[in-house]
């Protein structure tokens, strides 16, 4: 074991404001396990300290909140040249700016404890993100080489996410291919239509629907993880227009459920104030989930404090 320095990410006080440090902990719990960590300030710049095996370095390097790794020896901090090998250029994920997106190290967050709640089995990873707006986890699930479906009520999400693909494959040169149609027969309001986009070896696709329809919309196919950041009612009005979405996710519940394989895993953000953790975990609990241990609440706004609820479905 050697010890090492991870920098935090100033970027990841954008996502979790003055709850980085917890979140970060409670992110590198879940990932790399119960080590000890310490939190070293030095200057502006603030490390956690940690003693890592080979393996543990390399998922460190991909946690949301680590910006670069130094090891530690004596006093001195020695930084490393290693970085994650992602698959797209990051512009892909942090590029494109538009109202109502997740922050992006959040989203990459999700997909953390979400991939770390899995048997290492799983192979290959298939994502599904059912409120997924223009694609921010679906674009982070092809940096991390995993396919990934989402659904998007927003009529307009599919051409959007298509115009900013245009711009970064253009960009930097990536080679993809661009297929479009429709699940089911074409029709003027755009219900069922889809955007497919294909690179190196990945797969991602975007449907426009509700997710409601979820085992229509992505019929028989399975998934690993389902992994969204749950519209928050003062910000992003579900499809009913009310201002807690808990109702919604109750009747996406079975579909979701359908859709996930059997040691799958879902992971939510959420606002706590509507609805409330404990609410969140009846509703799922009552369709047979589990609720697991992890949390990791942070306040954004007055009206916001963001959690982020794992489930799974009884072994
Ligand atoms: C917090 S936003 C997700 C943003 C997304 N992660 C991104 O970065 O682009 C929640 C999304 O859920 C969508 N939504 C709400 N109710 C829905 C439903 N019933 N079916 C599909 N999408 C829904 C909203 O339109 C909104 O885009």
Redesign the pocket.
Known sequence: MIRYALLINPQAQGAYFKDTLSVAQAEFQAVIGDEAIEHKPVGPFHFFHANLSEVQLKQAIRLSFVQGVFQVEADQLIPLDCEADFQLHDDFVFGSK?R?????HL?QLLLNVGLANLPTQNQPINIL?????????LLWALRYGLNAKG????VK?VDDIKQSLKKWTKLHRQKHKILEGFIGKANKKGLGKFLEFSTNDQKMRIIN?????AATLIKSEKFDLII?????GV??????KTRN?LA?ID??IPGWKKALKKNGAIVL?FNSYIPKRAELIECFENHGFKAQAFTAPHRMSESIVRDILVLKLPE
């Open positions: 538009y109502g997106k997740t922050n992006e989203t993100d059912p409120m997924c707006g223009r694609g921010t986890t659904i998007e009520q927003d999400a629907g509700d997710s409601r329809d969204s950041d749950l519209p928050y910000q992003h009005f579900t499809t009913d979405p919604v009747e996406c953000a």
